[in-house]
């Protein structure tokens, strides 16, 4: 059998190109699990080197017209595909519901925030507006445009199938650039639906493509001349590896990587509130969203209570298959990730900690699909694995401290500034925290702080290499670069030859 040849009744997927479904060349493929029965559910075909070429062909041919296209045609077609995207979230919320494991109601949150980064790109006429300073000096002008870079890339990651590649291409697109998405191998079939989409809005052929693929696609767009910015979400070694390959090689690049999420609970704090927020904000998604609570930081007694109160909650969270009514906890994307999430239950008590529910013990555990129940360690102490590493899963740790310095030295000192919480009634506490915290993204009473598409996301530290944010207004900055014309239409009565360096006159 060719290896490219997926077993009977196997769904096999595939690249796009050129609005077109493009057969990769390579002969390699990958599994993609449906991770709620542990089976098989398609075969993706991983592309070659050669393959990426066509599809950055593909992007650079489309660059010219795209660029030159009015604003206001741009604008027309992400509007239309603003509409495609919402008449057909069912049909997307249930492919990420397949691929990923998470439940329809979370996926179709993820799409919610994934369309409102298309909508902030419908603006791109207003986005776009430069500045312009009228007699700078006489009958002199200055003005600044943006203009776009032309062929770029999003290399994304599998716990946001719809709504990171949404981040990346609607400003990248709306900025006259070309897009090449490299979706991660583990959730192929969000992407292909979200450019045929695209196409069905009226984008023309090359401008949004999509190679499926691994490390040999994303070795081949680093390193492609023609790339010229390359946006990038997943783990931090691979963030930090991508950062400096495409660096090296001239391009522009944000690079977001892990993150360990902090939660401090200060005494004043209402407990059933902060429980309430931290069994959400901890176990939905089975914890595999980047800003996911990981770490809640108990200050003085308020401890006690709390633990209480999340022990209390988590036998009435209902784990199940993402596609079955009434679930609210789904399954871990792998086999290998959930024993490796599940390994830390082990770690936790080597290293002194207590373990105050087992998630091993829920009765999905046991079946054949990748599921772990939700699970919570008390008495964790700073460096110690549980503490230190992103474990990526349904697994809260506490770490009791007596004082507010105490707590906030913990979280600077975690090498990732992701996303932050506070709890606490008192704003004076909250304002301090706000302006002491090395944290990029900061909830005060809010535990999961993704900002609105009309603000830019992006952590601090280890959670991201480059200088600009992702979406929002940094996401315009960073699809475009600037230029400044100074201008001068002479009165022809008034020209002469001067050779001195132009000054302000
Ligand atoms: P990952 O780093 O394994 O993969 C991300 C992408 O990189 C995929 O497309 C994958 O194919 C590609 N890739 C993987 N290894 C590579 C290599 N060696 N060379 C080149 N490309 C490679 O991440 P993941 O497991 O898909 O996603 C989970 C991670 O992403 C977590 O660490 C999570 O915190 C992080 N994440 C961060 C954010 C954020 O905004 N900071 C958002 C979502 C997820």
Redesign the pocket.
């Known amino acids: 059998m060719s290896p490219t040849l997926a077993p009977a009744a196997l769904e096999v997927i595939d690249s796009r190109i050129d609005n077109a479904p493009y057969s990769t060349t390579s002969g390699r493929h990958g599994t993609v699990w449906n991770p709620a029965t542990g089976e098989p559910h398609a075969q993706v075909n991983f592309a070659s080197a050669e393959d990426v070429d066509a599809a950055v062909a593909s992007a650079k041919a489309a660059f010219p017209g795209w660029r030159a296209t009015p604003l206001s045609r741009r604008s027309e077609i992400l509007f239309r595909l603003r509409n495609l995207i919402d008449q057909n979230r069912d049909r997307l919320a249930r492919i990420l519901a397949t691929e990923n494991g998470k439940t329809l109601a979370d996926a179709k949150g993820e799409i919610a925030r994934g369309l409102e980064n298309v909508e902030f790109a419908c603006g791109i006429p207003n986005l776009l507006k430069g500045g312009y300073s009228e007699q700078v000096s006489t009958g002199v002008d200055v003005y600044q445009i943006r203009q776009p870079l032309g062929v770029v890339v999003g ?6 199938p719809a709504m ?1 590649p949404m981040w990346m291409f609607a400003n990248a697109i709306a900025c006259g650039n070309t897009f090449v998405l ?5 959730v192929p079939s969000a992407a292909i639906l979200l450019a045929e989409l695209a196409q069905e809005a009226g984008l023309p052929d090359g401008v949004l493509n999509v190679i499926q ?3 040999v696609a ?2 081949r767009l680093l390193e492609h001349p023609e790339v010229k910015a390359v946006s ?8 930090k ?2 950062y400096e390959t495409a660096t090296r090689n001239g391009k522009r690049v944000q690079a ?4 360990k999420n902090h939660m401090l609970v200060l005494p004043d704090a209402d407990v059933d509130a902060a429980a309430d927020a931290a069994v959400s904000a901890g176990y939905g998604a089975a914890g ?4 996911a609570v990981s770490v809640i930081v108990a200050v003085g007694a308020i401890g006690d209570e709390l633990v209480a109160a999340i022990r209390r909650r988590i036998p009435s969270i209902k784990v199940g298959p993402g596609l079955a009514a009434g679930s609210e906890m789904g399954p871990l ?1 792998t086999r290998e990730h959930r024993d490796r999430v599940a390994s830390y239950l082990d770690h936790a008590k080597e290293q002194g900690a207590t373990v105050e529910v087992d998630g091993r013990t829920d009765p999905m555990a046991k079946g054949d699909g990748f599921f772990l129940g939700a699970s919570l360690i008390d008495h964790v102490k700073p460096k110690t694995r549980c503490h230190d590493d ?1 474990i ?1 899963g349904p697994v809260l740790s506490v770490v009791r401290t007596s004082t507010y310095a105490e707590a906030l030295a913990i979280i600077n000192n975690n090498p990732y500034g ?1 996303g932050v919480a506070i709890f606490t009634r008192d704003g004076g506490a909250a304002r301090q925290f706000q302006f002491d915290v090395e944290v990029g993204m900061v909830g005060i009473n809010v535990p999961i702080p993704v900002p609105v598409a009309s603000y830019s ?3 601090w530290k280890s ?2 290499f480059g200088d600009l944010h ?1 979406y929002g207004p940094e996401g315009i900055q960073f699809y475009t670069r600037g230029k400044v014309v100074t201008s001068r239409w002479p009165d022809p009565g008034t020209s002469r030859v001067d050779l001195g360096f132009p000054q302000v006159r």
């Open positions: 290399i994304t990651p599998f716990n946001f990171v490299k979706p991660s191998e583990k693929g691994d490390k994303v070795d990038f979400v997943g783990s931090t070694p691979v963030a590896s991508i977001l990587g892990g993150a595999q969203r980047c800003m994307i992103e990526f992701n996301f992006g952590g959670s991201l992702m």
